[in-house]
């Protein structure tokens, strides 16, 4: 079954904005777009090129990180973040007021804005901090009826770090096979050492996951995400996607981010902020006003402590600032922590009242 017949009918036959280099025209001489005919590099802008639209999805951008990711370009789609992609997904598959999504909690907010603005409903699976936010498949399944449209699942899950690809994710896609699309946001996954659902593209057509060059790769400023999806999802999120969702600055920062030396440089320190998370750990395992810490396969910490409040502002005064989560079910006094730099983690844990290196 093709997952457009689960899609909002009126969107899969939906024309998009059309323009002369979405439809793959270039030329010498450019007249097709209303653009100023003057580079903003003439006026002692440092960077060149800003008086043109970029590509509608840039094609080179678009090749290196389907190669990245072990996909073919047809089943890629590059946006702004992850958040785009996600707000995309929910605006193409959910009917207002009748459709709704599944996922579990805690997990990342967005998820629950983007399917409250449009107007979805959010159902939820409640993880128990108590036995390390496992996921039971079959309870999450059981959420889902013939209005389900998105079952999303966050691994490395934010904000508990805890991972869930392998068998979870394989039973979840066949569970939902002609039903829902499975959506698996990996944007932590680079931390995790684990092969990539992406993987599962290849056996399942109701699997959407989604990546980011926001952490691991340090471009959290440039906004780019990427959605990987058979090709005929990605085809429909692009045709009602803003025509040019990238600025050439971003593509630029992406593609020098690609370039050998420095993903060479990345993985080296993707293996220092895991090295780092492990002795962090270990440290605040043993300090004192800290109750628990959860295991994490991302790039940070959930922790909670016997008074979170307290903790929060003695890091605050020190000039550290960490993420409040005591509101969440579930969450009472816990902070998440992310990982730094060596030098930060220890002022980290001097705030704090920890042990040194």
Known sequence: MSMLERARPELVAFAPYASARRAGFDARVRLDANESPWDSADDGCTDAGLNRYPQPQPDALRARLAALYGVDAASLWLGRGSDEAIDLLLRAFCRAGRDNVVAFAPTFGMYRVGAALQGAAFRTLALSADDGFALDTDHLLALADDDTKLVIVCSPNNPSGTLYHGDA?????????????????????????????????????????????????????????????????????????????????????????????????????????????????????????????????????????????????????????????????????????????????????????????
Do not use: M
Not at 245 to 270: C, F, M, N, Q, Y
Not at 314 to 320: K, P, Q
């Open 169 to 357: 994710l394989e039973r979840l896609a066949r569970a939902l096979d002609g039903r829902a699309l499975l959506l698996v946001d990996e944007a932590y996954v680079e931390f995790a050492g684990v092969a990539s659902a992406s993987a599962l593209l290849a056996r399942h057509s109701n699997v959407a996951v989604l990546r980011t060059l926001s952490k691991a790769h340090a471009l959290a400023g440039a906004r780019v995400g990427a959605l990987l999806a058979h090709p005929e999802v990605v085809d429909l999120v692009a045709r009602i996607a803003a025509p040019y969702p990238l600025p050439s600055g971003s593509v630029r920062a992406a593609s020098a981010a690609l370039e050998p030396a420095t993903l060479a440089r990345t993985r080296a320190r993707i293996a220092t902020l895991v090295a780092e998370r492990e002795r962090i750990a270990v440290a605040l395992a043993v300090a004192g006003g800290v109750r628990t810490v959860w295991p994490s396969a991302g790039n940070f910490l959930l922790v909670r402590f016997a008074d979170a409040r307290e903790a929060f502002a003695r890091l605050l005064g020190a000039g550290i600032l960490v993420r409040d989560f005591s509101a969440q079910p579930g969450l009472a006094n816990c902070l998440r922590i992310t990982i730094g730099r060596p030098d930060e983690n220890d002022a980290l844990l001097a705030a704090l009242g920890g042990a040194r290196r």
